[in-house]
């Protein structure tokens, strides 16, 4: 259920579940998907998968904020399953053609990319996020150093007005003491991806978090439209979104 929405120029936010909000939206609204959902991953059995993204995500260091969130314990079936559902009803509501790009992580990426072609998207590859070696080193074996962008790019014409664009990206995260969000993604990576969506169209992100793909959209000159089931991580996002338009409207006065 939908219990309340924030706006402002060229943004929406709307707090409540991803899949039901899907569900009561017309098809073929948004110019593209950019989201990064719960992985539901983390260490290596089904009892590690299950701890509280506080202790899975949580780096020492970090800020003291209060805010986990939920939706990121299910088994590897259940995940499946899952994210084929929320992006069923993601495919219906963008236009036929439309860019998608979708986070995983290494463990979850089998499972994402069969879910992501069980929802109807035409998977055509996949871009890392190489995180400039700020990942926890792990002796004697390879950092687990990038995330990675489950991509399709459907039937859009090629002779569109379109930058090239990067294929991956080599950005350190977020520092852990200024995070705002356990899994904050860096603007400076989202404002790479959300060009890959023409401008003036609408992202659409339903695990808006704290707001990061919104941000991105509004520097970039593409409207957003992000859910988020969580009130705390939905007021942060609306703050972040409030203060980014201000910025562009102040840096727009003469
Ligand atoms: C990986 S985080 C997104 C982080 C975001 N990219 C950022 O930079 O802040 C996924 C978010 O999805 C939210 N979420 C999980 N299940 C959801 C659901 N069913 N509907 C809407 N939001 C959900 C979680 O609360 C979490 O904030």
Redesign the pocket.
């Known amino acids: 259920v939908t219990r309340r929405v924030r706006r402002g120029v060229g943004w929406t936010l709307i707090l409540g579940?991803?899949?039901t909000w899907l569900r009561a939206e017309p098809a073929a609204r948004f110019d593209g998907l950019v989201t990064?959902?719960?992985y539901s991953s983390g260490g290596f059995t089904r009892g590690d998968r299950t701890l509280d993204p506080q202790k899975k995500y949580r780096q020492s260091g970090s800020l003291e904020y209060a805010a986990t969130?939920?939706?990121d314990n299910r088994d590897q079936r259940s995940f499946t399953v899952w994210a084929s559902i929320w992006l069923a009803e993601a495919h219906r509501v963008v236009r036929p053609g439309a860019p998608a790009c979708v986070f995983s992580d290494w463990r979850q990426l089998p499972a994402t990319t069969d879910a992501f072609q069980v929802g109807g998207f035409v998977w055509r590859g996949v871009a890392p996020w190489c995180k400039a070696n700020a990942s926890r080193p792990q002796k004697g074996r390879f950092r687990s150093d990038a995330e990675f962008v489950v991509c399709s790019r459907g039937a859009m014409a090629l002779d569109r007005a379109a930058p090239v664009l990067r294929g991956s990206w080599n950005v350190a995260p977020v520092h852990s003491s200024r995070r705002v969000?356990l899994?904050?993604?860096p603007v400076d990576v989202m404002r790479e991806i959300v060009r890959i969506v023409p401008r003036r169209g609408t992202v659409l992100d339903?695990?808006?978090?704290?707001?990061?793909?919104g941000v991105a959209c509004l520097l970039e000159g593409r409207a957003f439209v992000g859910?988020?089931?969580?009130p705390d991580?939905f007021r942060t996002a609306a703050e972040r979104l409030r203060r980014t338009e201000t910025e562009i409207a102040a840096r727009r006065r003469p």
């Not at 339903?206 to 793909?213: D, K, M």
């Not at 859910?227 to 969580?230: A, D, I, L, R, Y």
């Open positions: 579940d991803a899949i990064d959902p719960p969130f939920d939706g969000h899994t904050e993604k339903p695990f808006a978090g704290s707001g990061s793909t859910v988020e089931h969580n991580h």
